[in-house]
């Protein structure tokens, strides 16, 4: 009875003992097997595949040649030669002749006194220059007809100045056209001991005829 007494407890102890020695060897050996582990790390690396990605590159087309635009075709006009009709415009008919309708005649010149470089004449002068006189428009309407006789000097260069109606029949329908034409008017100038002179008063009549 004695030997169980002292024999327990002392079972208790190596027991106790027995499991404090085991679990410090398996806490033990989890720390070791802990601290043993490797640690992962966690690289983000990009790695750039092998395979050979075909990039579609887009390409410009060159531009478009714009091509010439066609010359227009120049028409080639058929040269077909042209007819031209005379028309005949009613205009006072003027000659030195009294017996041919619209003439200009020439009247003698008045007697004046004379003066240095000065002279008169009697003689018809023909005149080197002679512009038509035209038609008056109202006269031509209305088919009148008449006369005009002016009076005028010829200087040293044969041109015509001082110029004046002497006579119209009808009045107020030609004296303004005959004095026109008369202004233009140029002549061979009177010499006389071989000077130039000025021709005074010499009357000229210039006729307004229809065409008949």
């Known amino acids: 009875m004695m030997r169980l007494a002292i024999a327990f407890p002392v079972a208790l102890a190596l027991v106790f003992a027995l499991f404090s020695a085991m679990a410090l060897l398996v806490n033990s050996g989890k720390k070791q097997a802990i601290d043993q582990t490797p640690s992962l790390s966690f690289n983000m690396v990009m790695v750039e595949q092998d395979t050979e990605v075909t990039r579609r590159q887009r390409s410009v087309p060159p531009p478009p040649e714009i091509p010439e635009p066609p010359q227009p075709e120049t028409p080639k006009m058929a040269q077909t030669p042209m007819q031209v009709t005379s028309t ?114 010499y009357t000229t009549k210039i006729e307004f005829k229809m065409a008949q």
């Not at 007697?111 to 038509?132: C, F, G, H, W, Y």
């Not at 008449?146 to 030609?174: H, M, Q, S």
């Open 88 to 201: 005949q415009v009613a205009t006072p008919n003027i000659d030195m002749r009294f017996n041919v309708s619209g003439l200009a005649v020439s009247i003698p010149a008045t007697v004046n006194a004379p003066t240095q470089n000065a002279t008169n004449t009697t003689k018809q002068l023909m005149p080197l220059s002679r512009v038509e006189a035209v038609y008056p428009a109202k006269a031509k309407k209305r088919r009148i007809e008449g006369y005009v006789i002016l009076k005028f000097d010829i200087d040293e260069t044969g041109r015509t100045k001082n110029i004046e109606v002497v006579e119209a029949e009808p009045a107020r329908f030609f004296e303004r056209n005959a004095m026109d034409a008369i202004k233009r008017w140029r002549y061979q100038p009177q010499i006389v001991d071989g000077q130039a002179q000025t021709i005074y008063g």
